[in-house]
């Protein structure tokens, strides 16, 4: 049995197009955000390609290069990243990571001090969220980020923190 080329082209047509407006959301909900906070895996699809989401990250950085919005980074985000360089005895890859941390536009790397880990415990109280996610929400809050970029679903109880939580896979 043949298959039907006009019919798989269409679909392939339509797919496309759903691809394409899913972007165009993203695209408008950056340029609404004036400051941003980046979770790690933000950086880790990005650095590593990760499809579906390499096209969304480079939109991400893009935007932050322009400085529409702004970006807060934890320095817990640093330590997430560098764990497997140091493991695999990668000097190489670890320079070029640190290289493209240390050379982001637009980006303030945030450490954690008092004030941000006494919120990252009520955060955790609160809404059950591992350590590292409080910790890089709580520095999100701390910053008065308008929004927390992650693919981490589970992340959006968060918005009655009164933060907005942009989900990767909302637009992949």
Same mark, same amino acid.
């Given at each position: 049995?043949?298959?039907?080329?006009?019919?798989?082209?269409?679909?392939?047509?339509?797919?496309?197009?759903?691809?394409?407006?899913?972007?165009?959301?993203?695209?408008?909900?950056?340029?609404?955000?004036?400051?941003?906070?980046?979770?790690?895996?933000?950086?880790?699809?990005?650095?590593?390609?990760?499809?579906?989401?390499?096209?969304?990250?480079?939109?991400?950085?893009?935007?932050?290069?322009?400085?529409?919005?702004?970006?807060?980074?934890?320095?817990?985000?640093?330590?997430?990243?560098?764990?497997?360089?140091?493991?695999?005895?990668?000097?190489?890859?670890?320079?070029?990571?640190?290289?493209?941390?240390?050379? %982001?536009?637009? !980006?303030? #790397?945030?450490?954690?001090?008092?004030?941000?880990?006494?919120?990252? /415990? *009520? &955060? $955790?109280?609160?809404?059950?969220?591992?350590?590292?996610?409080?910790? %890089?929400?709580? !520095?999100? #809050?701390?910053?008065?980020?308008?929004?927390?970029?992650?693919?981490? /679903? *589970? &992340? $959006?109880?968060?918005?009655?923190?009164?933060?907005?939580?942009?989900? %990767?896979?909302?637009?992949?």
């Amino acid at each position: 049995m043949g298959q039907d080329p006009a019919g798989g082209r269409a679909l392939c047509r339509e797919a496309a197009q759903v691809v394409a407006v899913k972007r165009a959301r993203f695209l408008g909900e950056l340029k609404r955000l004036r400051k941003v906070a980046l979770d790690s895996s933000i950086l880790i699809y990005h650095l590593e390609d990760v499809e579906p989401y390499a096209e969304l990250t480079e939109a991400v950085f893009a935007a932050i290069a322009e400085g529409s919005p702004l970006a807060v980074l934890s320095t817990l985000s640093v330590t997430e990243l560098l764990v497997q360089p140091f493991m695999e005895g990668r000097r190489d890859r670890l320079a070029v990571l640190e290289r493209f941390i240390l050379s %982001l536009p637009n !980006t303030r #790397l945030i450490p954690p001090d008092y004030r941000i880990a006494r919120e990252a /415990a *009520r &955060l $955790r109280a609160a809404y059950g969220v591992r350590t590292p996610d409080a910790l %890089l929400t709580a !520095t999100a #809050l701390s910053e008065k980020a308008d929004a927390f970029v992650t693919n981490d /679903a *589970r &992340l $959006r109880r968060l918005k009655g923190e009164g933060i907005g939580v942009v989900v %990767l896979d909302d637009y992949a």
